[in-house]
C-alpha cells in the first residue's frame, strides 16, 4: 500500500511537472521575440469581437510592418447570442476570433471567463497583469472604465489597475516584472459622462480598411446573427451565408459608415498626426486616448509607437 501511494505521488508530482513544462513552451510560443526590435502590442475587448472592431485596423497597421499585436478577449462571450449559448457559443466565438486574426496577421486568445459575469477582483488583475508582462507589451489598448456594458467597464478598471502593477517585482513574481511602463491607451466611444472620449490619436485605415471588412466577416455570430440582442427578424434583415458577396457589401456598408463617421468626428486629430492636407482625404479612422495611468508618451515616442502615422505636419 505505501509503495503504491508513493508511486501515485511520484506520477502527480511528474504530471505536474510536465504541465507545467508545456504551459511554458506554449507561453514561449506565444511570446514575441523582444530582441527583433519590434514592438509589441496587447489589444483588451472584453468579448470575443470588441478589440477587432475598436483595433482591428490598427493591428492590421502594426502587423504588416511586422510588429507583434495580440487581441485578448476577457471573456468567452457564451451568452452573446440571442438563440444559444454555453460552450457551444463560447467555441464558436473562439473560433470566430481566432480566424479574424489570422485574417489580420495577429494574435489572439480568449480567456475562459463567463460573459457578463466578470468582476474586477484580484485574481483578475492578476492575470490581465501577467497577459501584459508575457507579451511584453509597449502598447496597451482597452475600453474606457465607462460604458453601457458591466463586462466592459471592467476590463477598463482591469487594465487600469495593472497599468502600475505591470513593472512591481513582487506583484505575480512568477513572471518577470516589465523593465519599462508601456503606453495605456483608451478604444475610442461615445459615452459623455463622467468625460466624454478625447482622441489624442487617429490612425488612418484606408489602406487596410477593406482586409479589416474581411476580418470581420468571420464574426458571423455578431454581424450578421445579431449577438445576444438579435432575433429571427434581424437575422432574417442579413443576407443569407449562400450569398456571399451580399453579405460583404451588406457589412462594408455598415463599415463604411461607422469608419467614416470616425475620420469625420475626429478629423482635426488626424490633421495633427497627418497634417491638414493629408487629413482632408481620410477616408476611415480608428481613434485611441492615452490614459493618465501607465507611460506618458511625447510627440515622437508616439510616432515611433505608431509607425504608421503620416509626416509630421509643418509648424
Known amino acids: 500500500m505505501l509503495r503504491r501511494y508513493l508511486w501515485l505521488i511520484g506520477l502527480s508530482l511528474v504530471a505536474g511537472l510536465a504541465f507545467q513544462w508545456f504551459t511554458a ?30 483595433s482591428g485596423g490598427a493591428a492590421a497597421l502594426w502587423a504588416k510592418q511586422g510588429h507583434h499585436v495580440k487581441l485578448v478577449s476577457v471573456t468567452n462571450g457564451d451568452i452573446g447570442h440571442w438563440q444559444m449559448s454555453g460552450g457551444a457559443l463560447a467555441k464558436r466565438r473562439t473560433a ?5 486574426a489570422q485574417r489580420l496577421g495577429v494574435t489572439s486568445e480568449v480567456l475562459d471567463i463567463h460573459d457578463g459575469e466578470l468582476l474586477p477582483t484580484l485574481e483578475y488583475r492578476k492575470t490581465i497583469t501577467r497577459l501584459i508582462r508575457e507579451w511584453q507589451a509597449d502598447v496597451v489598448v482597452s475600453h474606457r ?41 483608451y478604444s475610442s466611444d461615445g459615452f459623455k459622462k463622467p468625460y466624454p472620449f478625447v482622441a489624442d490619436i487617429a490612425v488612418a485605415i484606408d489602406d487596410v480598411f477593406e482586409q479589416k471588412v474581411d476580418a470581420l466577416m468571420a464574426l458571423e455570430s455578431q454581424t450578421f446573427e445579431g449577438g445576444a440582442l438579435g432575433s429571427q427578424a434581424s437575422m432574417d ?12 457589401a451588406w457589412l ?46 511625447s510627440e515622437q515616442e508616439i510616432r515611433r509607437l505608431f509607425p504608421f502615422l503620416g509626416t509630421a505636419p509643418a509648424k
Open 237 to 248: 434583415a442579413a443576407p443569407p451565408a449562400s450569398q456571399p458577396e451580399q453579405r460583404r
Open 96 to 100: 470566430e476570433s481566432a480566424l479574424v
Open 252 to 297: 462594408r456598408e455598415r463599415w463604411d459608415r461607422r469608419s467614416g463617421d470616425e475620420a469625420k468626428r475626429y478629423r482635426a486629430t488626424l490633421a495633427r498626426w497627418y497634417g491638414q492636407e493629408q487629413a482632408e482625404k481620410i477616408k476611415y479612422a480608428e481613434a485611441f486616448e492615452i490614459c493618465e495611468y501607465g507611460q506618458q508618451p
Open 145 to 185: 472604465p465607462w460604458d453601457y456594458h458591466p463586462d466592459h467597464r471592467y476590463v477598463g478598471v482591469l487594465v487600469q489597475d495593472a497599468a502600475y502593477m505591470v513593472a512591481v517585482p513582487f506583484f505575480c513574481p512568477d513572471v518577470p516584472p516589465l523593465k519599462k511602463n508601456p503606453v495605456f491607451l
Open 25 to 54: 513552451c506554449e507561453s514561449r510560443a506565444q511570446t514575441p521575440d523582444v530582441g527583433d526590435g519590434k514592438l509589441r502590442i496587447i489589444c483588451f475587448g472584453a468579448h470575443p469581437d470588441d478589440a477587432e472592431y475598436k
